[in-house]
């Protein structure tokens, strides 16, 4: 099992930027696919970004493609997401998760272990 934290959130104006982070534990960090989801209340987890292991692959959704970039640097065991030109639709609870079958990187159900959650909230 991996324990995932995730920070960075907070309040920001629309147009702003925010980066998230998500500290992972264990040896196994480079193993796995990392993403990134979020939430809000009453709907469904939402996929948002995910990274192959290596760096080398990564993949969004089309609400955040060209606004937003996932990373990860394997030394620190760290996946981040950097978000720019945010949006008031933007506003959720965000999640990384890790992954061990890039075909399903976009389903939640293709995920292992979840972090808490870091609140974004993006006003108008």
């Known amino acids: 099992q991996v324990q995932l934290v995730e920070s960075g959130g907070g309040l920001v104006q629309a147009g702003g930027s925010l980066r998230l982070s998500c500290a992972a534990s264990g040896r196994t960090f480079s193993s796995y696919h990392m993403g990134w989801f979020r939430q809000v209340p009453g709907k469904e987890r939402e996929f948002i970004a995910a990274?192959?292991?290596?760096?080398?692959?990564?993949y969004y959704s089309e609400s955040v493609k060209g606004r937003f970039t996932i990373s990860r640097d394997n030394a620190k065991n760290t996946v981040y997401l950097q978000m720019n030109d945010l949006k008031p639709e933007d506003t959720a609870v965000y999640y990384c998760?890790?992954?061990?079958?890039?075909?399903?990187?976009?389903?939640?159900?293709?995920?292992?272990?979840w972090g808490q959650g870091t609140q974004v909230t993006v006003s108008s």
């Open positions: 990274i192959r292991w290596s760096g080398g692959n990564t």
């Open positions: 998760a890790n992954n061990l079958k890039w075909g399903l990187v976009y389903s939640p159900s293709g995920y292992d272990d």
